[in-house]
């Protein structure tokens, strides 16, 4: 079974702060990872993610995160938060699926993340 | 471009009334599609999968079905809401494997 653990609720900083959420997984198999950003009222926007190679992933406005398989964790970081980053993230695992029905993309319970000006 | 549309934007059923959502997706033929519900604070949850044009696949069983009648476009409906239908109601696509989903907008639906 793939669970996704995302252990804060809801963090808060100010602009220009870097902030971190914290993303954490379960899963045997073969996988891959990815955020979400969700604004208040809409749909959800890929960020980034990752299956294989550099664990370091770059994804859209300066996101990025770290695959880290000895602590099964794909953290998302920014290193200077704007107050439009103000949003819910949702990390999310999937396991590979090639050819077969479909592919399953488990979301975590998502962080809601605050910016202060 | 690829563009995935859903309708309505937003529906107020009474309790026992059918519903009727649907997805569009243009510029991609043959995609995955998916629906997801969220609660209102909650995370998303898979409601049905579709690879086909015709077929649908259950992952959770809410007294809602889907349908594929045309390979762009995925309907989700009920003879009889409940209350706990109540929330945010997410269509997307992917193109299988590790392609990461594009999200519709969603239809924010709330049952009384």
């Known amino acids: 079974t793939q669970t996704v653990s995302q252990s804060d609720a809801h963090v808060t900083v100010f602009e220009g702060d870097s902030v971190e959420l914290r993303c954490n997984y379960s899963?045997?198999?073969?996988?891959?990872l990815s955020w979400y950003i969700q604004h208040h009222g809409h749909g959800l926007q890929f960020l980034l993610k990752?299956?294989?190679?550099?664990?370091v992933v770059q994804g859209v406005n300066g996101f990025e995160a770290e695959f880290s398989k000895s602590d099964s964790s794909f953290h998302l970081r920014k290193a200077s938060v704007h107050w439009s980053d103000s949003a819910v993230y949702f990390c999310?695992?999937?396991?590979?699926?090639?050819?077969?029905?479909?592919?399953?993309?488990?979301f975590g319970i998502g962080t809601l993340l605050s910016v202060k000006p | 471009a690829q563009t995935i549309h859903q309708w309505p934007v937003a529906e107020i059923k009474a309790v026992g009334s059918p519903l009727s959502l649907g997805c569009t997706i243009k510029?991609?033929?043959?995609?995955?599609l998916y629906w997801y519900w969220q609660a209102t604070g909650g995370t998303l949850q898979q409601l049905f999968y579709?690879?086909?044009?015709?077929?649908v696949e259950s992952v959770v069983q809410l007294n809602l079905s889907a349908s594929r009648p045309k390979d762009d476009q995925f309907i989700l409906s009920t003879e009889k809401l409940l209350l706990s239908h109540s929330g945010f109601y997410l269509c997307?696509?992917?193109?299988?494997?590790?392609?990461?989903?594009?999200f519709g907008s969603g239809t924010r639906l709330l049952v009384i």
């Open positions: 990752y299956y294989s190679g550099n664990p």
């Open positions: 510029g991609k033929s043959s995609p995955n």
């Open positions: 899963y045997g198999g073969s996988i891959y």
């Open positions: 999310a695992v999937s396991h590979m699926n090639y050819g077969s029905s479909g592919n399953k993309l488990i």
């Open positions: 997307a696509w992917s193109t299988g494997g590790d392609s990461d989903y594009t």
């Open positions: 579709s690879i086909t044009v015709g077929q």
